[in-house]
Structures are given as C-alpha cells and as structure tokens.
C-alpha cells in the first residue's frame, strides 16, 4: 500500500449491480483510474475509467445509465480504514481503444444515488417550522434516502414556505439561504452538503471552530551552502494548515 501522490486512493473492490441486486460483478481487474469529487455540495460525484475487454458495456452502454449500481471500497491517503460508497451510472461514453489494442476505453460518469431519485421527484407541499428540522424531513420523507444523516445544526427561528412541484435538492437550496443563527459571528451562514459521513446541514463558522484545534503540519526548511545566499531571506519554519474536513 505505498502512496506516490497526495490524490492516491488504494482500491480494495470495485463492483457493478442492477438495481435490484440480482446481477453483481466485481469489475476491480478493469478499473484504469477513479476519481471522487466531494465539496460543500449536496451530491458527490465520481468519474471511472475501465479498461472494458470483455464487453460489459460496449455494446449496451446506454443500457447502464440510470440502471446500475457501482460500489467502490478505497482508502485515501492518511485513512485508517476504508471507505465503501455507492454510486449511479450516469453516463457512459467510449473513448477508443487502450494501446495495447486489447480493450476498450469506457469512462462512466458517477453520482450518489439520491442525485439519480432528487431528478424524478416533485412533490408540492408546504412546510412550517426551523429550517433544519424541515431539511431533515424532506430528505427522510421525499427522498427516502438511504444516506445517514450526520451533522445538523440548529437554525434559530420558524418559517413559513410552499413549494409547487418542486425537486427535493431545489427545495433545500432554497430554504438554506433563510437560515441563521443570532450569534453576531463572522461565517455564520448555512451550508448544506454530502460527505462519506453522510448529510450534513452546518454553519460554517462551526466547521472552522473545529478545524482550529487540530494540529498542523510543521515544516523546517535547511537551507544548502551556496556561496552568496543571503539567509535574512530564507523561511525558516512555516506552519500548513490542514484543509476543512468535509
């Protein structure tokens, strides 16, 4: 398990399944590169490229998209354990043969689940009370997700809002933007988005309260003999911050 770039993930299993499970492959052997995308948004998303010489989806590519399952189990740099999550296909695009001629080039396009069901679902309902609970409740109730729901702050007042055939996601980007909290601090606005832990409603003041206590990576520069460098303007020690954990 040796890691040569700060984006390298190990890949422990990578499967492909209908969606009712009844059709399960490990396509690990085929799996050329991967890549996750994960910000302060509410869907992750995720690009695959295989190596596809046995024909998985060359002839029926269009048959994938919104029809099958990918799972993928890795571990990233610095992770104690890994990490399984489950995506849609949606997209397949060929993009030509590998050089050895052996294989076809697939790229799959990838997203969480509730992305593929948030774009099917319009539901007109009204709502009454904090954002927060209200968020919640349109996940469980109208989405029906299967995601956990993992850190969610309270947002201080009630609200009234209606909604007219209105997807789950439009909905919560909407109400986010009406959140608040009393607090006269800086950064103290609502975000809301997916991480592997789950959905997460949050300010972000509270995300870099808990970033501050973390302990950072310390570098010391040694600087090499040469002749005419002028040491009044070499950096010494420097402090790097880690990046949010989202």
């Known amino acids: 398990e040796q890691f040569e770039n700060p984006d390298d993930v190990i890949i422990n299993k990578v ?3 209908s969606l009712d499970n009844s059709h399960v492959s490990d396509i690990r052997a085929l799996v050329v590169s991967f890549e996750i995308v994960a910000g302060l948004g509410h869907t992750i998303y995720g690009s695959m490229i295989l190596g596809d010489g046995i024909g998985l989806f060359s002839p029926r590519r269009n048959a994938a ?9 890795f571990k990233t740099r610095g992770a104690d354990n890994f990490l399984k999550y489950k995506f849609i296909i949606t997209d397949v695009t060929e993009l030509g043969r590998s050089s050895q001629q052996d294989s076809v ?6 997203a969480s689940i509730d992305y593929f069901i948030n774009n099917g679902t319009f539901i007109s309902k009204s709502y009454k009370g904090n954002i927060n609970n209200i968020i919640q409740s349109i996940l469980e109730t109208e989405l029906k997700t299967e995601i956990p729901i993992n850190t969610f702050n309270e947002s201080d007042g009630e609200v009234k809002f209606a909604f007219t055939r209105n997807k789950p996601f439009e909905k919560i980007d ?4 009406y959140a608040y909290k009393n607090e006269q601090i800086p950064m103290n606005f609502f975000t809301f988005f997916e991480n592997f832990s789950g959905y997460n409603f949050r300010t972000m003041s509270s995300m870099f309260e808990e970033e501050k206590d973390k302990p950072y990576a310390t570098y010391k520069y040694s600087p090499q ?6 040491d009044r303007n070499i950096i010494l020690e420097y402090l790097l911050p880690p990046s949010i954990d989202i």
Do not use: V
């Open 65 to 73: 998209i919104g029809e099958e399952f990918i799972e993928i189990e």
């Open 15 to 17: 499967t492909i399944s």
């Open 105 to 110: 080039l697939m790229s799959l396009s990838l």
């Open 174 to 177: 909407l109400l986010k933007t």
């Open 225 to 230: 003999a040469s002749g005419n460098r002028d």
